[in-house]
């Protein structure tokens, strides 16, 4: 398959674009109907007729579990490091004490994206064919919208002898579901979201946390005027929002304006092109021409949060750890959380999942991967996993086992509470291309030789880009 340099090409495409437009103007319901019939007076009643009992068809998957101690799985996942550490222990474990004879093998691959091509020659034949993958929504509706070959998990969480004890909550459960299939089984969930630093803001005049997007708008332009004023030369222009252009921040900010889902007839439509996300990254635009927020040259924030050049970043909930390790090193005493982006309609926190996703393999291979799966889900084994990567549980016991973590970790803690009203990112496959298209265009947007006016040009292109792209990868 034809791999793109997705990033480079769109730059290139959408500089080329925006140049040219410049220079050219039931549950069913199982009750009984009907109340008890009234027997005539005159008449004897007839016996009922004596009824069939219904069949429950036997599920493709059920084998019988002596045929289980001949399978091996593979495995593969993307973590190195102490999740990869954790995961290795834990199948080990697994290896040793099941009852059933199944062994694991596991194969880091290294990275999210060797990942998904590593299970995509597997898939096509081209490799070793895994029989599970650590992964995320996206890449699991990805490989089976292109290949047909995931696992439908639905009729295992409900059955009655391999079903789950503890089931996620549903909105994580949501991310993965597709006509009615579910295409993996939550794991681990992380959230974009605001890092703010409270003892600065509140030297600005500013009691709370911003929880408007005029407020928001305020504090960040506060902090700006400040550095500006200080006589500090080299912290002039900083101050505000150390700006970025990641797809779930730069989304959640168009879902602060009430952006809406991706729509229409195809995995390919998104409808970027819209007042609401034209609203939202003029909003942001109009900020960086104000300098209340700003491009930094270092690739990450954590430094210039630490010496209050940011008032605010985006971040993910791993991150939290190495923000207060960075302030530790840099001997900062600020208080400081992680808080929702603002939005029009409330605050607002885009889900960052992590799934166990099973392929179709013979019916011995499916269920023993299932169990795997399912004994890797339990509250305990998730609540090591969420130490060791700083992501969070998704199941509710499992965070409860966390008590200690949460204590020796508040900004953690902050940020896993935002995970009670997270929304899910699009949940179809073509979102591993767009996100990186969306990137790319809101990177362009917030440029020095670009303004506002273009931004609606941006958009259009963005549109169009992601069905070009998305169909050369067989969307």
């Known amino acids: 398959m034809l791999k793109l340099p997705v990033r480079n090409t769109l730059t290139l495409l959408l500089a080329a674009a925006v140049l040219a437009g410049c220079a050219a103007p039931g549950t069913l319901d199982l009750t009984p109907q009907g109340g008890t019939p009234s027997p005539a007076v005159t008449e004897t009643l007839r016996p009922e007729p004596t009824r069939t009992p219904t069949v429950t068809p036997t599920p493709a998957w059920l084998v019988p579990e002596a045929e289980l101690s001949r399978v091996r799985l593979l495995v593969l996942h993307p973590w190195v490091g102490e999740s990869g550490q954790a995961l290795d222990q834990l199948a080990a474990e697994f290896n040793a004490a099941n009852t059933w004879g199944i062994q694991v093998m596991l194969e880091s691959t290294g990275s999210t994206a060797l990942l998904y091509d590593r299970v995509e020659q597997g898939l096509a034949g081209e490799g070793e064919r895994p029989h599970l993958a650590v992964a995320s929504p996206e890449q699991a509706f990805s490989w089976d919208e292109l290949s047909g070959q995931v696992a439908d998990l639905q009729p295992f969480v409900q059955d009655g002898a391999y079903g789950l004890e503890d089931p996620a909550g549903e909105i994580f459960l949501a991310g993965l579901q597709a006509d009615g299939r579910l295409l993996g089984l939550p794991l681990l969930a992380g959230t974009r979201a605001l890092f703010y630093n409270q003892t600065w803001g509140g030297e600005l005049g ?22 500006l004023a200080d006589g500090d030369l080299d912290n002039d222009g900083t101050g505000g929002w150390y700006a970025d252009a990641d797809a779930l921040t730069v989304l959640s900010w168009m879902r602060g304006f009430r952006q809406q889902d991706p729509g229409g007839s195809t995995g390919l439509e998104y409808g970027f092109d819209s007042p609401e996300a034209e609203d939202a990254l003029t909003f942001l635009r109009e900020m960086v021409d104000d300098s209340c927020a700003w491009i930094g040259r270092q690739p990450t924030a954590y430094e210039y949060f630490a010496n209050r050049y940011a008032l605010f970043y985006s971040g993910s909930l791993p991150e939290t750890l190495v923000q207060a390790r960075t302030m530790q090193r840099l001997g900062s ?18 889900l ?4 166990l996703v099973v392929f179709e393999g013979s019916p011995a291979e499916t269920l023993s991967a299932w169990l795997f799966a399912r004994w890797l889900a339990a509250p305990e084994r998730q609540a090591a996993l969420a130490e ?5 549980p998704v199941s509710a016991a499992a965070l409860a086992k966390m008590a200690g973590f949460r204590s020796q970790n508040a900004q953690w803690s902050a940020g896993a509470d935002l995970l009670s009203f997270a929304q899910n990112p699009p949940s179809r496959g073509s979102w591993r291309v767009a996100r990186l298209v969306l990137e790319d265009a809101a990177w362009q947007s917030l440029q020095a030789y670009l303004t506002a006016e273009d931004i609606p040009f941006i958009l259009e292109q963005l549109d169009a880009t992601i069905r070009e792209v998305g169909a050369l990868e067989g969307y």
């Open 333 to 350: 005493e600020d208080v400081w959380t992680v808080i929702p982006f603002p939005g029009e309609d409330g605050p607002v926190a885009l």
């Open 206 to 227: 500013f009691a709370a946390p911003p929880a408007t997007l005029d407020e928001f708008r305020e504090q960040a332009c506060a902090a700006s005027v400040h550095n």
């Open 352 to 355: 960052d999942q992590t799934a």
């Open 388 to 392: 060791a990567s700083a992501l969070a």
